[in-house]
Structure formats: structure tokens, C-alpha cells
């Protein structure tokens, strides 16, 4: 069971408990959660998970493990431009930490291929670079306890280096 204040992923969102309450209506525990970067926004979730939707923040040892591993993680090739959608959406939303950079690092290949052929950015790619980007760096900012921003230049830098 997870406590007050503590950080946990529900979906794919970072969110904190901010207090355990007992429905009254059917006497169920439920954790209330808030988005970390939605704090308007007020989640209701049993405590029991039976659905599997509540899941532990990756730890400070598994971050830096996977910000290591980012230069052998292969973004995805011959993608068809028919199924590429289709193809980040279940990366998005069924896959791991690593599933995450795949589709980081993709469509960031593929918007850098346009701008260098001096063609417009596809809008579907930046969208899920966009996606991917905020589901991995705002779980890896609270494991590191970075911010958002200082999360994605570390672990540009990081990268560089490991590359270099």
C-alpha cells in the first residue's frame, strides 16, 4: 500500500497521493491523486488496483541504469508511414521506459530528416515526441528529484557523453 505525499504512475501520469480516503459510499479505500503537472485535476482510485492502472515511480538506481543504456536502444526502422501511428500508440501506452525512448528517439530522426531535406515537421511525430518525452522525464525527475527541465538537459548531456 502506498502512503500520503509519495509519488506514483497512474497510466502513464505522475501523480501524488495527496490522502487516502474511505468512500463512503461503499466503504472502499481510495488513494486521491494529483497529476504533477495537472494539479486542477483530482483522480479517485481504489486502493486495491484490481485494474493495474497504479504502479511505483521507477527508483533513482533504475534511472540512472536506463540513462545508460539510451545509446543501445534503437529507435524503430522502416516504419511504414501508413502504421506509424498506430505503432507509437501501442509503444505509448502498452510499453516500458525503453518503448518511451524508441519513440523519443524516432520521431526525433525522423523531424531532423524533414527539416534537413527542407520539409515541414510532421505534426503526428512531434506529438508523440512530445507524449513520450513528458511520460519519461517527469517519472525519471522524481526518481532523480530534478525538475522537469534540469531532467532532459541531464540526461541529453548524459548521453552525449556515454556517445562520445
Same mark, same amino acid.
Given at each position: ?19 487516502? =480516503? ?9 488513494y486521491?491523486?494529483?497529476?504533477? +503537472? ?7 482510485? /481504489? ?5 493495474? $492502472?497504479? =504502479?511505483?515511480?521507477? @527508483? ?14 534503437? /529507435?524503430l ?5 501508413? $502504421? ?13 521506459h525503453?518503448?518511451?525512448? #524508441? ?10 530528416? =524533414? ?6 515537421? @510532421?505534426?503526428? +511525430?512531434?506529438?508523440?515526441?512530445? %507524449?513520450?518525452? #513528458? ?11 530534478? @525538475? ?8 541529453? %548531456? ?7
Amino acid at each position: 500500500m502506498y502512503k500520503e505525499n509519495e509519488y506514483v504512475v497512474y497510466k502513464k501520469d505522475v501523480c501524488k497521493i495527496k490522502e487516502i =480516503r474511505k468512500n463512503k459510499m461503499n466503504g472502499m479505500d481510495y488513494y486521491i491523486l494529483v497529476p504533477i +503537472d495537472d494539479e486542477s485535476l483530482i483522480i479517485d482510485v /481504489p486502493v486495491e488496483n484490481k485494474m493495474g $492502472y497504479l =504502479r511505483s515511480i521507477i @527508483s533513482k538506481e533504475e534511472s540512472n541504469k536506463l540513462i545508460n543504456n539510451i545509446p543501445n536502444i534503437e /529507435p524503430l526502422k522502416n516504419i511504414d508511414d501508413k $502504421y506509424v501511428e498506430k505503432t507509437y500508440k501501442d509503444l505509448l501506452y502498452n510499453g516500458t521506459h525503453e518503448d518511451l525512448i #524508441k519513440i523519443i528517439k524516432t520521431t526525433y530522426l525522423r523531424n531532423n530528416n =524533414r527539416i534537413v531535406n527542407n520539409k515541414k515537421i @510532421s505534426e503526428k +511525430d512531434n506529438d508523440y515526441f512530445i %507524449k513520450a518525452e #513528458k511520460y519519461l522525464y517527469n517519472e525519471i525527475s522524481i526518481s532523480l528529484n530534478m @525538475s522537469f527541465d534540469e531532467t532532459k538537459n541531464y540526461i541529453i %548531456k548524459k548521453v552525449q557523453e556515454l556517445t562520445k
